[in-house]
């Protein structure tokens, strides 16, 4: 979930904390990756930096970091309607599937700091909602230490892409690094976010970011959304089959 932010909170037991997830898009901190313009055309990928608005940073990583905590319950809650979200290819059951997903859900055991004792409401965008599932599901998971590094292709086109609501370009970018560079990425989603060891880790993918990305193409990120985009590559390199040439 990117810039969840808590927003507000219900009138609930003392003792009891429900989270509910939402869909508008709040803010976190962009930094730019890769540099450059492409003659007087907007960047390829900018929706992800055009978001962002300014907000007090410690309050934004804690927020940011409860947003992780709180996937990790939602996918110990509904295991498989988050996998059946994440892998179909259908537009009226992905928001079917996102419908049921961002019910409220209660976790009770969670400990996420704020000025809210009760509730906490996160806003997610559904970029960041389906990264922030897929590194849930992956922590979830063994032996990716296993997953061989591919040679790259000449670009690549994933049938899932559809379905994410990112622009083309940073997919293309993410399931490349996720396919010849695997380990890189692990890296990075062992890291905690909004952490100084997560800016390492993206400092050292960004050579594999760079010949990822498209042949003329800039991409400026926050660092949230590069993450949530990187996550669901190596979700679907994991449970997604290749097309035949990629094998």
């Known amino acids: 979930m990117s810039g969840l932010l808590p927003v507000g909170a219900g009138e609930e ?29 907007p960047p390829i990928g900018s929706r992800l930096g055009e978001r962002l608005e300014r907000r007090n940073a410690s309050s934004s990583d804690t927020s940011i970091r409860g947003s992780h905590t709180v996937a990790g319950c939602l996918y110990n809650k509904r295991k498989s309607m988050v996998r059946s979200f994440l892998d179909t290819e259908s537009t ?14 209660e976790c009770s055991h969670l400990v996420i700091p704020s000025e809210f004792a009760e509730a906490q409401v996160f806003h997610v965008p559904n970029d960041i909602f389906r990264g922030l599932l897929a590194e849930a599901v992956l922590d ?5 230490e296993s997953l061989p590094a591919l040679p790259i292709e000449q670009g690549y086109q994933r049938r899932w892409f559809s379905m994410t609501g990112r622009d083309g370009t940073v997919d293309e970018m993410a399931a490349c690094a996720a396919e010849t560079n695997p380990a890189g990425v692990r890296a990075l989603l062992a890291t905690r976010a909004q952490r100084k060891e997560e ?3 993206v400092n050292a993918l960004g050579p594999t970011l760079g010949s990822c990305l498209r042949t003329g193409a800039t991409l400026k990120a926050n660092r949230q959304s590069l ?6 590559a190596l979700y679907h390199r994991v449970f997604t089959p290749l097309p035949a040439a990629a094998e």
């Open 140 to 144: 979830d998971e063994r032996g990716l």
């Open 199 to 201: 800016a390492s880790a």
């Open 92 to 105: 009226d059951e992905s928001d079917r599937y996102d419908k049921s997903l961002r019910r409220e859900v």
């Open 227 to 232: 993450r949530a985009a990187l996550a669901e």
């Open 13 to 41: 037991p003392r003792g009891t904390r429900r989270t509910r997830i939402t869909r508008a898009a709040l803010a976190v901190f962009a930094i730019a990756f890769g540099a450059g313009v492409a003659n007087a055309e």
